[in-house]
């Protein structure tokens, strides 16, 4: 069993695959780092991580040639599992308004806008810790974890979801905050799970056990 985090210059990249390797310790996949459109393609779990601007990456993503098209073949056409980290989470949106309006992937409808706390003593970005709220307890990726589990956010932007039901979890930061998005098998969080410790961890283990 294979999973292939995406290779297209993100800044998280190799803390995400290490810490991913290290949760595969106890379920016995092989993490590959690569921009192989071949090796994406055929992978049985699709990582995309990522970190900056919205613009920036969708750019960084769409210069690797045949990645996208493959990481659609995996995750849309074949139904493999999909997790989607920070940036790499955005970018399953219609579209992201940061420096302009760009085109995302579309996978989960929505678009990604300037988080504006509702409390002006709130700095932007939101850095550090956050409780979250999982709105949806019972999806696998929480398995083991309840609400007011702590992840590790680093964010200037967030995710408006069209359809509610596409919210697995969120924050309070001057409002509600999107932190864990999915649908299918596709699931996006906002915060970075390596970061994260044991919460971070666990939730990767539950992702590459997870068999939507």
């Known amino acids: 069993m294979t999973v292939a985090v995406i290779d297209y210059g993100a800044g998280n990249l190799r803390s995400a695959a290490k810490a991913l390797a290290f949760a595969a310790r106890t379920t016995g996949e092989d993490v590959i780092v690569t921009a192989d459109p071949h090796a994406i393609a055929r992978a049985d779990r699709v990582v995309l991580p990522g970190v900056g601007a919205f613009a920036e ?11 996208v098209a493959a990481m659609s073949e995996a995750v849309i056409v074949k139904g493999r599992p999909f997790l989607g980290i920070c940036v790499g989470m955005q970018l399953m949106a219609t579209v992201g308004v940061e420096y302009g309006e760009h085109p995302g992937l579309d996978w989960i409808k929505g678009r990604v806008v300037k988080l504006t706390p509702n409390d002006p003593t709130l700095k ?14 019972d999806h696998p990726i929480f398995a083991g974890l309840k609400s007011g589990a702590h992840g590790y956010f680093v964010h200037s932007y967030h995710y408006l979801l069209d359809r509610a039901e596409d919210l697995l979890a969120d924050v309070d930061y001057g409002g509600p905050v999107a932190a864990a998005i999915g649908r299918d ?3 996006g969080l906002q915060f970075h799970p390596e970061k994260s410790q044991a ?3 666990a939730l990767l283990g539950n992702f590459l056990r997870w068999k939507p």
């Not at 939101?126 to 999982?134: A, S």
């Open 124 to 137: 932007i970005p939101q850095m550090g810790w956050n409780d979250l709220n999982l709105r949806r307890p």
């Open 185 to 187: 098998n596709l699931v």
């Open 57 to 67: 990456c969708k750019r960084g993503l769409e210069a690797v040639p045949g990645v």
């Open 199 to 201: 919460v971070g961890l």
